[in-house]
């Protein structure tokens, strides 16, 4: 397996019910190495240029409006296989069909309050992590 980089933003409900530590330790303890951590409060147009992607679904609005309503902690991760391993350790996008022990399945509240963010494949992740981080603010491999 080779050692990838993926993205994280644990999301404002997460973040209001003071669970970011704990968060931070599951993913630590699922082998990832922090290399870059940052908490924003996400402006408007912040929000809509990182979900462009979604701008025609009839969901975007919402998602933008959740997504600013208050800061974020927004990491870089880095492991082998980063994006498939960490999509296992988020869990379901529902909360409710996420497997135990999962993120969203311990701090998930539903399908729009879900707790993280993560990268869907390599490509994007790399679009992601720069979309938040010059290169000079990530740590090197460790």
């Given at each position: ?5 993926t993205?994280?933003i644990?999301k404002p409900?997460?973040v209001?019910?003071?669970k970011?530590?704990?968060?931070l330790?599951?993913l630590?303890?699922?082998g ?6 940052r908490r924003?409060?996400l402006s ?5 240029g990182?979900?462009?992607v979604h701008?025609?679904r009839g969901?975007?609005r919402?998602?933008?409006t ?10 870089v ?5 980063a ?6 350790v988020?869990g379901a996008?529902?909360p409710?069909?996420?497997a ?16 993280v ?9 790399r679009?992601e992590?720069?979309?938040f981080f010059p290169?000079s603010?990530?740590a090197p491999?460790?």
């Open positions: 397996m080779a050692v990838e980089r993205l994280s644990i409900d997460a209001e019910k003071k970011v530590g704990a968060i330790a599951m630590e303890d699922a990832f190495s922090i290399l870059a951590l924003q409060h408007r147009e912040v929000a809509e990182f979900y462009a701008k025609e969901f975007f919402e998602l933008v959740f997504m600013t309503r208050s800061p974020v902690v927004i990491a991760l880095e492991r082998d296989d994006v498939k391993q960490y999509r296992g988020m996008t529902d409710a069909e996420a135990a022990n999962t993120i969203r399945k311990a701090f998930g509240a539903n399908k729009g309050e879900n707790a963010h993560g990268s869907d494949s390599v490509e994007n992740a679009i992590i720069a979309y290169a603010e990530v491999s460790a």
